[in-house]
């Protein structure tokens, strides 16, 4: 399987990634890591991207979870429907989980940033892009990494390494 974990910047994709990733001993990835200097240049300055910027970035993405065998968890705004269905390209094991967030929540943790590209110029148009997927698990991102990472195992019936 391969879970990708969606939303605006600074919901806290990347930490709960990461926290499910080992939970489960699978690969983790951050679609932040994909981006061509270009999109991080514009993100920085707090320049929307367009779906032609964000193209190259999907479609690197999407050669990721193409390459995947199994046991991956992706970190990736994936804010349109559009783009979902792009990355999952007819793969019937991917699961996308929408962390959701409130904007002054985002906010203060995008403020809070230290060493990231993406800060607190950049959340309006991303929430003005934001389309709520209809076939996700959709998780409240006010809550502690942790006990996110244990609903999104039982909610898809995953298995914990070395449980």
């Avoid at 994709?13 to 926290?19: D, E, L, R, S």
């Avoid at 951050?30 to 981006?35: I, K, S």
């Avoid at 190259?56 to 968890?73: F, S, Y």
């Avoid at 959701?100 to 929540?105: D, E, P, S, T, Y």
Wanted: net charge negative.
């Amino acid at each position: 399987m391969i879970v990708i974990i969606i939303g605006v910047s600074g919901v806290g994709k990347t930490t709960v990634g990461a926290v499910l990733a080992e939970r489960l001993g699978w690969v983790f990835h951050d679609a932040d890591d994909f981006h061509p200097e270009a999109n991080i240049q514009k993100i920085k300055n707090g320049i929307p991207l367009t779906d032609a910027d964000r193209l190259p970035w999907l479609a690197a993405l999407r050669e990721l979870v193409r390459a995947a065998d199994t046991g991956m968890v992706l970190a990736c705004s994936a804010l349109k429907q559009s783009y979902r269905d792009f990355l999952r390209d007819g793969r019937p094991d991917v699961a996308f989980v929408f962390l959701k967030g409130n904007h002054a929540l985002i906010e203060k943790r995008l403020e809070g940033r230290i060493g990231h590209f993406a800060g607190p110029g950049i959340l309006e148009s991303q929430l003005r892009d934001l389309e709520e997927p209809e076939d996700g698990l959709v998780i409240d991102a006010s809550r502690d990494p942790e006990s996110i990472a244990q609903e999104i195992i039982s909610a898809l019936g995953l298995k914990p390494s070395g449980a």
